[in-house]
Protein backbone atom coordinates (compact mmCIF):
# COMPACT_ATOMS: atom_id res chain seq x y z
CA UNK A 1 0.00 0.00 0.00
CA UNK A 2 1.09 3.64 0.08
CA UNK A 3 3.52 5.04 2.10
CA UNK A 4 2.80 8.28 3.45
CA UNK A 5 0.93 9.84 6.65
CA UNK A 6 -0.05 13.38 6.98
CA UNK A 7 -0.48 14.88 10.53
CA UNK A 8 -1.29 17.92 12.74
CA UNK A 9 -0.86 18.87 16.27
CA UNK A 10 -2.91 21.46 18.02
CA UNK A 11 -2.64 22.63 21.29
CA UNK A 12 -6.17 23.51 23.61
CA UNK A 13 -6.45 25.54 26.88
CA UNK A 14 -8.55 24.71 29.16
CA UNK A 15 -11.23 26.87 30.46
CA UNK A 16 -13.36 27.53 33.73
CA UNK A 17 -16.75 28.68 33.48
CA UNK A 18 -17.31 32.03 35.83
CA UNK A 19 -21.43 31.74 35.04
CA UNK A 20 -21.82 27.62 34.85
CA UNK A 21 -23.75 25.54 32.04
CA UNK A 22 -25.61 22.79 34.21
CA UNK A 23 -28.63 21.45 32.45
CA UNK A 24 -29.33 20.00 28.80
CA UNK A 25 -32.11 20.30 27.03
CA UNK A 26 -31.73 18.13 24.26
CA UNK A 27 -28.71 15.30 25.27
CA UNK A 28 -27.66 14.02 21.76
CA UNK A 29 -26.95 17.44 20.34
CA UNK A 30 -26.18 18.87 23.50
CA UNK A 31 -27.88 21.79 23.86
CA UNK A 32 -27.77 23.62 27.59
CA UNK A 33 -30.80 25.01 29.14
CA UNK A 34 -29.21 28.54 29.72
CA UNK A 35 -25.93 30.59 28.51
CA UNK A 36 -22.59 30.25 30.37
CA UNK A 37 -19.08 32.03 30.43
CA UNK A 38 -15.79 31.51 31.13
CA UNK A 39 -12.56 32.34 30.61
CA UNK A 40 -9.82 30.37 29.14
CA UNK A 41 -6.37 29.70 30.75
CA UNK A 42 -2.88 29.80 30.13
CA UNK A 43 -2.07 26.87 27.53
CA UNK A 44 1.46 26.56 28.98
CA UNK A 45 -0.12 24.96 32.27
CA UNK A 46 -3.19 23.35 31.43
CA UNK A 47 -3.88 21.94 28.09
CA UNK A 48 -4.38 19.31 25.40
CA UNK A 49 -2.28 18.83 22.83
CA UNK A 50 -3.16 16.42 20.08
CA UNK A 51 -2.03 14.86 17.24
CA UNK A 52 -3.96 13.44 14.47
CA UNK A 53 -2.95 11.49 10.89
CA UNK A 54 -4.37 9.65 8.44
CA UNK A 55 -2.49 7.09 5.91
CA UNK A 56 -3.79 5.06 3.30
CA UNK A 57 -2.01 2.47 5.91
CA UNK A 58 -4.52 2.60 8.83
CA UNK A 59 -6.74 0.02 8.84
CA UNK A 60 -9.57 1.30 11.73
CA UNK A 61 -9.45 5.04 13.79
CA UNK A 62 -7.58 4.44 16.41
CA UNK A 63 -7.15 6.93 19.82
CA UNK A 64 -4.26 6.92 22.84
CA UNK A 65 -5.21 9.27 26.17
CA UNK A 66 -1.75 10.03 28.05
CA UNK A 67 0.02 6.89 26.08
CA UNK A 68 -2.85 4.80 26.85
CA UNK A 69 -5.41 3.36 23.95
CA UNK A 70 -8.90 4.11 24.67
CA UNK A 71 -12.02 3.41 22.76
CA UNK A 72 -13.27 5.72 19.75
CA UNK A 73 -16.59 4.23 20.13
CA UNK A 74 -18.13 6.70 22.72
CA UNK A 75 -21.26 8.78 21.24
CA UNK A 76 -18.94 11.81 21.82
CA UNK A 77 -16.45 11.29 20.09
CA UNK A 78 -18.25 9.74 17.17
CA UNK A 79 -20.83 12.81 16.97
CA UNK A 80 -17.24 15.13 16.29
CA UNK A 81 -15.73 12.90 13.55
CA UNK A 82 -19.09 12.22 11.73
CA UNK A 83 -19.05 15.90 11.76
CA UNK A 84 -15.81 16.62 10.77
CA UNK A 85 -15.86 13.96 7.87
CA UNK A 86 -18.70 15.46 6.27
CA UNK A 87 -16.95 18.90 5.85
CA UNK A 88 -13.92 17.80 5.45
CA UNK A 89 -12.65 19.27 1.47
CA UNK A 90 -9.80 18.11 -1.09
CA UNK A 91 -6.49 18.31 -0.36
CA UNK A 92 -3.51 18.31 -2.13
CA UNK A 93 0.21 18.52 -1.66
CA UNK A 94 1.67 18.29 -5.46
CA UNK A 95 5.55 18.26 -3.49
CA UNK A 96 4.89 14.99 -1.93
CA UNK A 97 2.68 13.57 -4.65
CA UNK A 98 -0.50 13.62 -1.75
CA UNK A 99 -3.83 14.07 -3.32
CA UNK A 100 -6.77 13.25 -0.85
CA UNK A 101 -10.92 13.93 -2.27
CA UNK A 102 -13.65 14.78 -0.16
CA UNK A 103 -15.17 11.27 -0.76
CA UNK A 104 -11.03 9.91 0.25
CA UNK A 105 -11.49 11.65 3.46
CA UNK A 106 -15.05 9.04 4.20
CA UNK A 107 -12.80 5.94 4.06
CA UNK A 108 -9.04 6.74 5.31
CA UNK A 109 -8.87 5.95 9.06
CA UNK A 110 -7.14 8.33 11.07
CA UNK A 111 -4.87 7.97 14.49
CA UNK A 112 -5.00 10.47 17.40
CA UNK A 113 -2.95 11.12 20.34
CA UNK A 114 -3.96 13.57 22.71
CA UNK A 115 -1.94 14.53 26.00
CA UNK A 116 -3.49 16.22 29.10
CA UNK A 117 -0.43 18.01 31.23
CA UNK A 118 -2.93 18.27 33.94
CA UNK A 119 -5.48 15.74 35.98
CA UNK A 120 -8.08 13.98 34.00
CA UNK A 121 -11.75 14.19 35.11
CA UNK A 122 -10.84 15.59 37.94
CA UNK A 123 -13.22 18.77 37.38
CA UNK A 124 -10.28 20.50 35.86
CA UNK A 125 -12.37 20.71 32.17
CA UNK A 126 -10.01 17.62 30.96
CA UNK A 127 -12.77 16.96 28.75
CA UNK A 128 -13.40 20.78 27.50
CA UNK A 129 -9.24 21.24 26.38
CA UNK A 130 -9.69 17.57 25.22
CA UNK A 131 -12.80 17.63 22.67
CA UNK A 132 -11.93 21.46 21.62
CA UNK A 133 -8.51 20.14 20.32
CA UNK A 134 -9.55 17.35 18.70
CA UNK A 135 -11.96 18.85 16.97
CA UNK A 136 -9.48 21.99 15.56
CA UNK A 137 -6.93 19.39 14.77
CA UNK A 138 -8.92 16.82 12.15
CA UNK A 139 -10.48 20.30 10.93
CA UNK A 140 -7.08 21.35 10.07
CA UNK A 141 -6.44 18.14 9.07
CA UNK A 142 -9.61 17.48 6.75
CA UNK A 143 -8.87 21.11 4.87
CA UNK A 144 -12.32 21.91 6.75
CA UNK A 145 -13.49 25.70 6.34
CA UNK A 146 -15.67 26.99 8.60
CA UNK A 147 -15.16 29.57 11.47
CA UNK A 148 -14.37 29.50 15.21
CA UNK A 149 -18.09 29.53 15.59
CA UNK A 150 -19.02 26.71 13.70
CA UNK A 151 -16.13 24.38 15.35
CA UNK A 152 -17.36 25.49 18.48
CA UNK A 153 -20.67 23.95 17.51
CA UNK A 154 -18.89 20.75 16.92
CA UNK A 155 -16.62 20.67 19.83
CA UNK A 156 -20.00 21.40 21.77
CA UNK A 157 -21.42 17.57 20.73
CA UNK A 158 -18.31 16.42 22.19
CA UNK A 159 -18.64 18.04 25.64
CA UNK A 160 -20.74 21.23 25.79
CA UNK A 161 -18.06 23.09 27.81
CA UNK A 162 -15.53 22.28 24.95
CA UNK A 163 -16.80 24.77 22.53
CA UNK A 164 -15.69 27.44 25.13
CA UNK A 165 -12.09 26.76 24.72
CA UNK A 166 -11.42 27.71 20.99
CA UNK A 167 -11.03 30.76 21.93
CA UNK A 168 -8.89 32.91 24.35
CA UNK A 169 -9.51 34.85 26.59
CA UNK A 170 -13.35 35.73 27.90
CA UNK A 171 -15.87 33.95 25.64
CA UNK A 172 -19.52 33.31 25.81
CA UNK A 173 -21.58 30.07 25.37
CA UNK A 174 -24.61 31.40 23.43
CA UNK A 175 -27.39 28.68 24.43
CA UNK A 176 -29.21 29.03 21.20
CA UNK A 177 -33.07 28.54 20.27
CA UNK A 178 -32.67 26.16 16.77
CA UNK A 179 -33.57 22.52 17.49
CA UNK A 180 -30.67 21.52 15.57
CA UNK A 181 -28.31 23.03 17.67
CA UNK A 182 -27.00 25.58 15.04
CA UNK A 183 -27.12 28.66 16.66
CA UNK A 184 -25.89 27.39 20.11
CA UNK A 185 -22.20 28.38 19.69
CA UNK A 186 -19.78 29.97 21.63
CA UNK A 187 -18.31 33.94 20.56
CA UNK A 188 -15.45 35.26 22.44
CA UNK A 189 -16.03 38.84 24.20
CA UNK A 190 -12.77 40.20 24.82
CA UNK A 191 -9.46 38.66 24.04
CA UNK A 192 -6.57 37.58 25.84
CA UNK A 193 -5.33 41.09 26.56
CA UNK A 194 -8.34 43.04 27.57
CA UNK A 195 -7.90 41.94 31.59
CA UNK A 196 -4.70 40.26 31.76
CA UNK A 197 -3.85 41.76 35.81
CA UNK A 198 -6.26 39.01 36.97
CA UNK A 199 -4.70 35.84 37.87
CA UNK A 200 -5.93 32.83 38.58
CA UNK A 201 -4.67 30.51 41.06
CA UNK A 202 -5.98 26.69 41.17
CA UNK A 203 -6.20 25.25 44.32
CA UNK A 204 -6.31 21.15 43.47
CA UNK A 205 -7.87 19.96 46.92
CA UNK A 206 -8.51 16.71 45.20
CA UNK A 207 -7.09 15.32 42.01
CA UNK A 208 -9.15 12.34 42.34
CA UNK A 209 -11.68 11.53 39.45
CA UNK A 210 -15.14 12.73 40.41
CA UNK A 211 -17.43 10.42 41.67
CA UNK A 212 -21.15 11.90 39.85
CA UNK A 213 -20.25 12.86 36.15
CA UNK A 214 -21.89 15.91 34.91
CA UNK A 215 -23.68 14.35 31.77
CA UNK A 216 -26.03 12.08 35.02
CA UNK A 217 -25.50 15.24 37.26
CA UNK A 218 -26.92 17.60 34.91
CA UNK A 219 -29.71 14.58 33.81
CA UNK A 220 -30.60 14.06 37.77
CA UNK A 221 -30.74 18.20 38.12
CA UNK A 222 -33.26 18.89 35.30
CA UNK A 223 -35.53 15.82 35.96
CA UNK A 224 -35.85 16.26 40.03
CA UNK A 225 -34.54 20.30 41.27
CA UNK A 226 -36.61 22.77 41.78
CA UNK A 227 -34.11 25.62 42.34
CA UNK A 228 -32.86 25.20 38.96
CA UNK A 229 -35.77 27.70 37.25
CA UNK A 230 -34.63 29.90 39.68
CA UNK A 231 -30.77 30.40 37.75
CA UNK A 232 -31.04 34.21 37.07
CA UNK A 233 -30.30 34.85 33.11
CA UNK A 234 -29.50 38.47 34.16
CA UNK A 235 -26.18 37.76 35.21
CA UNK A 236 -25.08 36.84 31.77
CA UNK A 237 -25.58 40.53 31.11
CA UNK A 238 -24.04 41.83 34.09
CA UNK A 239 -20.87 39.43 34.11
CA UNK A 240 -20.45 41.15 30.38
CA UNK A 241 -20.51 44.35 31.49
CA UNK A 242 -17.95 43.63 34.49
CA UNK A 243 -16.17 41.99 31.78
CA UNK A 244 -16.32 44.49 29.29
CA UNK A 245 -15.60 47.67 32.42
CA UNK A 246 -12.91 45.45 33.74
CA UNK A 247 -15.07 46.11 37.42
CA UNK A 248 -13.61 43.61 39.48
CA UNK A 249 -15.90 43.70 42.37
CA UNK A 250 -19.03 43.29 40.39
CA UNK A 251 -17.00 40.54 38.43
CA UNK A 252 -16.09 38.68 41.68
CA UNK A 253 -19.60 38.80 43.41
CA UNK A 254 -21.38 37.33 40.67
CA UNK A 255 -18.73 34.95 39.83
CA UNK A 256 -18.99 33.59 43.37
CA UNK A 257 -22.87 34.37 43.53
CA UNK A 258 -23.17 31.98 40.37
CA UNK A 259 -20.68 29.19 41.38
CA UNK A 260 -22.76 29.30 45.05
CA UNK A 261 -25.58 29.18 43.71
CA UNK A 262 -24.84 26.22 40.84
CA UNK A 263 -23.59 23.96 44.42
CA UNK A 264 -26.91 24.87 45.67
CA UNK A 265 -28.78 23.50 42.33
CA UNK A 266 -26.41 20.58 42.81
CA UNK A 267 -27.33 19.78 46.74
CA UNK A 268 -31.06 20.08 45.57
CA UNK A 269 -30.55 17.63 42.85
CA UNK A 270 -31.79 14.43 43.97
CA UNK A 271 -30.18 12.50 44.65
CA UNK A 272 -27.92 15.31 46.09
CA UNK A 273 -25.05 16.04 44.50
CA UNK A 274 -21.33 17.33 46.61
CA UNK A 275 -18.92 18.35 44.44
CA UNK A 276 -17.28 20.54 47.35
CA UNK A 277 -15.63 18.87 50.18
CA UNK A 278 -14.62 20.59 53.81
CA UNK A 279 -11.71 21.92 52.14
CA UNK A 280 -13.59 23.64 49.31
CA UNK A 281 -16.06 25.44 52.49
CA UNK A 282 -12.82 26.40 54.28
CA UNK A 283 -11.27 27.89 51.25
CA UNK A 284 -14.98 30.21 50.49
CA UNK A 285 -14.92 31.14 54.23
CA UNK A 286 -11.21 32.50 54.03
CA UNK A 287 -11.99 34.76 50.84
CA UNK A 288 -15.72 35.53 52.05
CA UNK A 289 -13.67 37.30 55.37
CA UNK A 290 -10.81 38.75 53.38
CA UNK A 291 -13.05 40.26 50.79
CA UNK A 292 -15.23 41.51 53.89
CA UNK A 293 -12.29 42.75 55.86
CA UNK A 294 -11.02 44.41 52.73
CA UNK A 295 -14.60 46.39 51.92
CA UNK A 296 -14.28 45.31 48.74
CA UNK A 297 -13.96 42.06 46.87
CA UNK A 298 -9.73 41.51 46.39
CA UNK A 299 -10.30 37.52 44.85
CA UNK A 300 -13.23 35.74 43.40
CA UNK A 301 -13.74 31.75 43.51
CA UNK A 302 -15.18 29.05 41.68
CA UNK A 303 -15.85 25.54 42.20
CA UNK A 304 -16.50 23.28 39.43
CA UNK A 305 -17.91 19.87 39.54
CA UNK A 306 -15.27 18.69 42.05
CA UNK A 307 -13.54 20.41 44.91
CA UNK A 308 -11.00 22.26 43.35
CA UNK A 309 -10.84 25.79 43.90
CA UNK A 310 -10.22 28.27 40.94
CA UNK A 311 -9.20 31.76 42.36
CA UNK A 312 -9.04 34.77 40.53
CA UNK A 313 -6.71 37.32 41.84
CA UNK A 314 -7.30 41.22 40.97
CA UNK A 315 -4.05 41.77 40.10
CA UNK A 316 -0.50 40.13 40.81
CA UNK A 317 0.15 41.60 44.19
CA UNK A 318 -3.06 40.56 45.25
CA UNK A 319 -2.57 36.51 44.04
CA UNK A 320 1.50 36.87 45.77
CA UNK A 321 -0.51 37.83 48.87
CA UNK A 322 -3.38 35.02 48.72
CA UNK A 323 -0.78 32.28 47.50
CA UNK A 324 0.77 33.02 51.03
CA UNK A 325 -2.55 33.20 53.29
CA UNK A 326 -3.66 29.51 51.56
CA UNK A 327 -0.46 27.93 52.39
CA UNK A 328 -0.86 29.45 56.25
CA UNK A 329 -4.48 27.88 56.35
CA UNK A 330 -3.75 24.90 53.84
CA UNK A 331 0.12 23.75 54.54
CA UNK A 332 1.45 21.54 52.14
CA UNK A 333 0.81 18.66 54.65
CA UNK A 334 -2.81 18.87 53.72
CA UNK A 335 -4.03 17.72 50.29
CA UNK A 336 -3.72 21.24 48.59
CA UNK A 337 -1.58 21.61 46.22
CA UNK A 338 -1.37 25.65 44.27
CA UNK A 339 -0.94 26.59 41.15
CA UNK A 340 -1.13 29.72 39.30
CA UNK A 341 -2.23 30.93 36.06
CA UNK A 342 -2.76 33.73 33.52
CA UNK A 343 -5.67 34.17 30.85
CA UNK A 344 -4.53 32.15 27.79
CA UNK A 345 -4.73 32.26 23.93
CA UNK A 346 -6.55 30.70 22.07
CA UNK A 347 -6.14 26.82 20.25
CA UNK A 348 -3.46 26.90 18.31
CA UNK A 349 -1.35 24.94 15.69
CA UNK A 350 1.69 23.23 16.98
O1 LIG B 1 -19.10 20.09 29.49
P1 LIG B 1 -19.26 19.22 30.69
O2 LIG B 1 -20.22 18.12 30.46
O3 LIG B 1 -17.94 18.74 31.23
O4 LIG B 1 -19.92 20.10 31.87
C1 LIG B 1 -19.28 21.16 32.50
C2 LIG B 1 -20.08 21.69 33.64
C3 LIG B 1 -19.35 22.67 34.55
O5 LIG B 1 -17.96 22.54 34.43
C4 LIG B 1 -19.72 22.37 35.99
C5 LIG B 1 -19.77 24.11 34.27
C6 LIG B 1 -19.21 24.74 33.02
O6 LIG B 1 -19.89 25.62 32.48
O7 LIG B 1 -18.08 24.41 32.59
Not at 49 to 58: D, E, H, I
Request: charged share 25%.
Amino acid sequence: SEKWALMVTGRTPTNIAVIKYWGKRDETLILPINDSISVTLDPDHLCTTTTVSVSPSFDQDRMWLNGKEISLSVGEFQSCLREIRSRATDFEDKKKGIKITKDDWQKLHLHIASYNNFPTAAGLASSAAGLACLVFSLAKLMNVKEDYGQLSAIARQGSGSACRSLYGGFVKWIMGKEGDGSDSIAVQLADENHWDELVIIIAVVSARQKETSSTSGMRDTVETSLLIQHRAPKRIIQMEDAIKNRDFPSFARLACADSNQFHAVCLDTYPPIFYMNDTSHRIISCVEKWNRAEGTPQVAYTFDAGPNAVLVARNRKTAALLLQRLLFHFPPQSDTNLDSYVIGDKTILQ
